[in-house]
């Protein structure tokens, strides 16, 4: 059994949060997909990003959006300041 933990100490875990959709049901406003809505003060996304940087056995974080909506994502990314 020690085998096992060795190598599971060794193991990487990755989160992929999918944002690239344009989710037009949710936001009144169809010009910015519901990732941007804001919800308390702040983008979707935002909110997101910050709750799966809490989780601690999370190594690394891959947020997946389209590049229309690039320069406002590494805004909110920005923002976060982690």
Not at 21 to 30: N, P, Y
């Amino acid at each position: 059994m020690t085998d096992v933990m060795a190598i599971s100490d060794h193991i990487k875990t990755y989160a992929v949060i999918p944002a690239a959709g344009r989710g037009l049901r949710l936001a009144e406003d169809s010009s910015l997909p519901k990732q941007y809505t804001i919800i308390c003060g702040k983008p979707l996304i935002y909110h997101t990003i910050n709750a799966f940087l809490r989780i601690k056995w999370i190594d690394k974080l891959i947020v997946v959006f389209d590049a229309e909506n690039s320069k406002l994502m590494e805004e909110i990314v920005g923002s976060i300041g982690h």
